[in-house]
């Protein structure tokens, strides 16, 4: 009997709810770069594995830096400072589709920025068929209550609410 070993690259699949990252990544020094630019992201992802393959995706997409010819500087797990209180969460996003790519804005309510970027891949999924790994948040802001779009968010900012 044979054992046979299959690599792929790790995509990004939706178990659970998503945590967030902060992960600061360069190009190794080099004799003609001895101090190469650092980069920062912030990555939604449900593990620490899946966060680093996320980072090193997005980075030889948009700069010239790949796994083997880089390092990670800093992986933080970031912690929502007040996870009691309901918050207004704007993202953009981008996500391809059968046909196109496409930009988008969506707006969500939930006590942390993560559970809603967690509720705004589910959303994706259900409503537009959008497989996990085909979606790239840009953007994600807590937004006040007066710069809020979405007429299903809106709702809940009457002071005089009753269900």
């Given at each position: 009997l044979g054992c046979s070993l299959i690599l792929n690259f790790v995509k990004m699949k939706l178990e659970g709810l998503l945590k967030e990252f902060n992960i600061v990544g360069r190009k190794l020094p080099t004799e003609n770069d001895k101090h190469p630019q650092l980069y920062r992201m912030r990555i939604f992802a449900p593990n620490i594995i899946v966060a680093k393959s996320r980072f090193?995706?997005?980075?030889?997409?948009?700069?010239?830096?790949?796994?083997?010819?880089?390092?990670?500087?800093?992986?933080?797990?970031?912690?929502?400072?007040?996870p009691t209180t309901v918050k207004n969460v704007g993202i953009w996003l981008r996500y391809d589709s059968r046909s196109a790519?496409?930009?988008?804005?969506?707006?969500?309510?939930?006590?942390?920025?993560?559970?809603?970027?967690?509720?705004?891949?589910?959303?994706?999924?259900?409503?537009?068929?959008?497989?996990?790994?085909?979606?790239?948040?840009?953007?994600?802001?807590?937004?006040?209550?007066?710069?809020?779009?979405?007429?299903?968010?809106?709702?809940?900012?009457?002071?005089?609410?009753?269900?």
């Open positions: 090193w995706y997005f980075l030889s997409t948009l700069r010239k830096v790949k796994k083997s010819s880089g390092e990670i500087v800093e992986i933080r797990r970031v912690h929502e400072k007040n790519t496409h930009n988008m804005y969506r707006e969500y309510r939930d006590l942390t920025i993560s559970a809603a970027v967690t509720q705004c891949y589910r959303d994706m999924g259900a409503r537009h068929r959008a497989r996990a790994h085909s979606i790239q948040i840009m953007r994600v802001e807590n937004l006040p209550t007066a710069k809020c779009r979405r007429p299903h968010t809106q709702q809940y900012h009457d002071s005089n609410i009753k269900f």
